[in-house]
């Protein structure tokens, strides 16, 4: 209502409505009026999520994201998945299930995101357990920070995208103080068809800059588990990245026995001679599928859960031993762990040859995962092309 002053207008910001986004006529018409208009201003429009078909409306959160359903009934199709692997944020709520019935004081906050994160199974054995703070990601840090200096164990669950929004409140009210938060960073890499604003390919650059920060990335839900153990038995800031995807192991439907990871070790998967390739996180599979291509060549596969710190003392043996050594990441080439492995083959004065394989300087759009990763050069088929360049028949 214009005839009462709101927080825009005591900002001189011009504020016009509120109108019915459902009623298109009025709002084309209303559109078509702001563009005379000059200087800033707000157009309120108020919409119904699901408008338009009634299950939609009373169910917003299953519509948010159902996949394929009928149109005219609202029913989803819904496919059986018993016999495929568990996804990763459905591996990650299990495990908070279980880590808290052995610590009842570990706090998850969200924002917004308790069904994407795989939260709801917490949320309905915990619910006090479980803070959900609204499209507030600064607010959703800061807290956390808050929680961690009373001394609780908090988890801060959040996309990958969306934690770049808090980038200043992770640094300042996070790291700088050293306080034990645990990022669970969920749809890390290329998530697919929701385009280039919710790939989660920034991350391992941003974090592995900032001090005090462990940065973790697991390559199945074994590591997962494991690393979410360990993070919440760690007295600094510890991040963990895991995609938007089902796992590899189709019998993993609950915690084996948790087990401590030794912070910064890598696991040499494969052995070989001249060629070394070093990888983090799930695209370990890629790679492995890869090598496997090259039935002709015998190759080193190191597996780095720990993008930061790093396991120098591996990084140092196979400089000892190898010619080349090759990284690959799904996140930006620039600044992310391949960029890591060469600041400190330069300090070793290694004098073999490098490659960094990971998302190009560009911002990649929508598409499926395949697609996207052959577009980025990440994909099985490319990376052993990559490899070929280094083998012993190419010199």
Not at 3 to 12: K, S
Request: hydrophobic letters at 45%; a negative charge.
């Amino acid at each position: 209502n214009q005839t009462v002053q709101n927080l825009f207008q005591n900002l001189n910001i011009a504020y016009f409505g509120p109108i019915d986004g459902h009623d298109l006529p009025q709002l084309v018409s209303e559109l078509r009026a702001q563009k005379q208009q000059s200087g800033v201003r707000l157009l309120h429009v108020r919409t119904t999520k699901g408008k338009g078909l009634k299950p939609a409306e009373l169910n917003q959160v299953l519509y948010h994201a159902p996949g394929k359903f009928d149109y005219l009934t609202g029913k989803v199709y819904e496919k059986d998945e018993s016999h495929l692997p568990l996804k990763f944020q459905e591996v990650f709520g299990t495990t908070v299930l279980a880590l808290l019935e052995q610590h009842k004081d570990i706090i998850a906050i969200t924002p917004a995101m308790p069904s994407g994160s795989g939260l709801k199974a917490v949320i309905d054995r915990f619910p006090e357990n479980v803070i959900d703070v609204g499209i507030a990601e600064q607010h959703a840090v800061t807290l956390a920070a808050g929680f961690a200096c009373e001394g609780v164990k908090v988890l801060c669950c959040i996309y990958s995208t969306f934690l770049q929004r808090a980038y200043d409140q992770l640094i300042h009210d996070v790291a700088i103080q050293n306080l034990p938060v645990v990022f669970c960073i969920d749809r890390a890499g290329l998530v697919g068809e929701d385009g280039a604003t919710h790939h989660g390919i920034f991350d391992l650059a941003m974090l592995r800059t900032v001090p005090n920060v462990i940065v973790a990335a697991p390559k199945d839900e074994i590591d997962l588990q494991q690393l979410l153990f360990t993070a919440v038995h760690t007295s600094q800031p510890f991040a963990i990245r895991y995609p938007r995807a089902r796992g590899f192991i189709p019998e993993w439907r609950a915690p084996l026995a948790f087990e401590r990871m030794e912070i910064g070790k890598a696991k040499q998967v494969r052995h070989g001679k001249r060629i070394a390739v070093f990888s983090t996180g799930t695209i370990f599979h890629e790679v492995e599928l890869a090598l496997q291509q090259l039935e002709n060549e015998t190759i080193a596969h190191v597996h780095f859960p720990f993008v930061k710190p790093l396991d120098c003392n591996a990084i140092e043996s196979v400089a000892a031993q190898f010619e080349v050594i090759i990284t690959v990441e799904d996140g930006v080439a620039a600044g992310g762990f391949g960029s890591a492995v060469l600041e400190l083959l330069s300090a070793l004065n290694f004098q073999g040859r490098t490659q960094i394989i990971g998302i190009p300087d560009v911002f990649i759009e929508h598409g499926s995962i395949p697609e996207l990763r052959k577009l980025a050069g990440i994909d099985a088929h490319t990376i052993a092309e990559s490899i070929k360049k280094f083998s012993s028949n190419n010199g």
